[in-house]
């Protein structure tokens, strides 16, 4: 829970009924100690920076306002992708709102987050998540600069927050639907005032990320975000992973490698490849799900296995006993017994427009160098690492290929 807003006063967590404040405190925020007056420290910090002043900022300066300009009045349109908006998903939305794509200096933008060690060590016990916005408005080498980032919160550790980034998410997405409304803002360039709106595009994230922001899990039987319950993976006993098969289906029906059977895993194959799934279509398959976010209390387990309590079916959301099946990362996730595949339903889909988005998650180009190449190279190459060339390491190229390289394809 974030307290914030009308629950800006409050003490205690809504879902779990955990204090605001660090146990080793329990001092309330008016109680006098010593004739002085202490507030008490609080479990966990969100460190958040507002986005509308800072993107009005950026027409304040009349060299920065024409170059929020650029994608529409000075970059090329020769068929050649240099630039977001060369591409597909661009097009579609400008399409979708010619309202919003009527003015070129309605800002454009991306997401990134992950989370990393501040403290300097290779150890993955601690884990901070900033979360960064990408105004592609300005010029392709320009946008990426350190200087044109905009750090729009940091969200502290020290452990990852999981699917409860939403949680986090919550300012940064009232003040993104402000922005679709539109706010007042002034041009220097051309020396007016204007309204200034502005939408979020798309994130940018690796895989385990893409499970946190989009609410599907990018583990397990069905880890392709992309071809959803249609994932077709087998378990290997030995490796103890799963690997992903199928990936003939996204070749042309006379590709040559359909038909090679000797030369795959000994099947031909004639399935076609999936659609990927709308965001239309996701929101009518969780609709009716409640999610809850945080952390399982553990009393509940307790009343649960002791038959204490019982599941409350009325409110649509059920309480299941084995509560393993749920935790993923130190967090428990309560859904409907009607078993949907999505973890939760996004934060971004209460934008109004983020259903409409072509392509909502994107995977970082290091993270597919790295994990990809890398893997795909050590097996060609047969290179073993530091002697473990087995079956185990196999499993886990395999594995990594399969359910990364696949977005290259689609």
């Known amino acids: 829970m974030l307290y914030w807003g009308d629950v800006s006063k409050k003490i205690s ?6 204090s605001r404040w660090q146990s080793s405190n329990k001092l309330d925020a008016d109680e006098q100690v010593d004739g002085s007056c202490r507030r008490p420290k609080p479990a966990k910090v969100l460190r958040y920076f507002p986005l ?39 097009d579609a939305f400008d399409k979708r709102f010619p309202d919003f794509a009527s003015d070129p200096r309605n800002v454009r933008l991306g997401l990134a987050s992950d989370g990393f060690n501040p403290f300097r060590t290779m150890s993955t016990s601690h884990s901070t998540w900033p979360v960064l916005l990408i105004p592609y408005n300005l010029e392709p080498w320009a946008c990426m600069k350190q200087s044109s980032l905009i750090l729009s919160m940091v969200i502290p550790g020290e452990k990852g927050p999981g699917n409860n980034i939403d949680v986090y998410m919550q300012p940064l997405i009232k003040e993104l639907k402000q922005l ?4 007042d803002a ?50 290997l006993q030995y490796g103890r992973k799963f690997c992903y098969m199928g990936h003939h289906r996204w070749l042309s029906a006379e590709h040559p490698f359909r038909k090679q059977s000797r030369e795959f895993d000994g099947t031909i194959e004639f399935g076609v490849a999936p659609i990927p799934q709308s965001g239309e279509d996701i929101l009518r ?16 387990r307790e009343e649960l296995d002791e038959g204490l309590i019982e599941p409350d079916v009325d409110e649509g959301c059920n309480l299941v006993n084995n509560f393993e099946e749920l935790v993923e990362g130190g967090e428990t996730n309560l859904i409907n017994q009607d078993r949907t595949l999505w973890k939760k339903m996004s934060i971004f889909f209460d934008l109004p427009y983020w259903r409409y988005n072509l392509l909502r998650h ?19 190459l047969n290179l073993s690492r530091g002697g473990k060339d087995n079956i185990s390491r196999h499993a886990m190229t395999y594995k990594i290929w399969a359910s990364e390289v696949i977005f290259i394809q689609k």
């Open 186 to 235: 002034f041009d220097s360039s051309a020396s007016k005032s204007f309204t200034l709106r502005a939408c979020l595009l798309w994130t940018i994230n690796d895989f385990p990320a893409y499970a946190n922001l989009s609410g599907w899990s990018t583990k397990g039987q069905v880890a392709c975000p992309i071809c959803a319950e249609k994932t077709e993976s087998r378990w």
């Open 285 to 300: 398959e969780v609709e009716g799900v409640n999610f809850i976010y945080g952390k399982a209390r553990k009393m509940d």
């Open 13 to 18: 967590c809504d879902v779990c009924k955990s």
């Open 180 to 183: 679709w409304i539109g706010v």
């Open 362 to 380: 994107n995977l970082d180009v290091m993270y597919i160098e790295k994990n990809v190449c890398d893997n795909i190279v050590g097996t060609l």
């Open 52 to 90: 509308i002043p800072r993107l009005k900022r950026l027409f304040q300066s009349s060299k920065t306002s024409q170059s929020m300009r650029w994608h529409k009045e000075e970059q090329t349109k020769d068929g050649i992708l240099r630039h977001p908006a060369d591409g597909s998903a661009w």
